[in-house]
């Protein structure tokens, strides 16, 4: 499955934010879908998953009460929601998508978005 991901911006904190992802292809109902984010200088994180038929999901700490994933298989997109945005918060985000089961880890993954730019000035 091919991704793309957009809806980034420059936002003040406080503010929101929805980042959506395409998917092509016919099977995107068969993958777990991931976002993650990397920060200049620092490892690419977790940030939130959600299971093939939406029912599950989980989140990083840091964003858990302000972030929300969620997947229209109909549509082939998968979005992030982000409320109350905070300047820590300022990354790349990318989308990921794997087949195997719900997970928290990079390495998981084998699909991967080009990445949206998300700057929250304080």
């Known amino acids: 499955v091919q991704l793309q991901a957009s809806g980034g911006g420059l936002v003040q904190a406080g503010g929101s934010l929805r980042l959506p992802c395409a998917a092509s292809?016919?099977?995107?109902?068969?993958?777990?879908m991931g976002w993650f984010r990397q920060a200049p200088g620092l490892k690419r994180e977790f940030v939130a998953a959600?299971?093939?038929?939406?029912?599950?999901?989980y989140y990083a700490d840091s964003v858990k009460g302000r972030f929300t994933i969620s997947r229209d298989n109909a549509k082939n997109t998968a979005s992030l929601q982000m409320n109350s945005l905070k300047p820590e918060d300022t990354a790349v985000y990318y989308c990921?998508?794997?087949?195997?089961?719900?997970?928290?880890?990079?390495?998981?993954?084998?699909?991967w978005g080009q990445g949206t730019q998300v700057t929250v000035s304080s």
């Open positions: 990921a998508a794997q087949p195997r089961s719900l997970s928290a880890i990079r390495d998981d993954y084998n699909s």
């Open positions: 959600i299971n093939w038929n939406g029912g599950t999901n």
């Open positions: 292809g016919r099977t995107f109902n068969m993958y777990n």
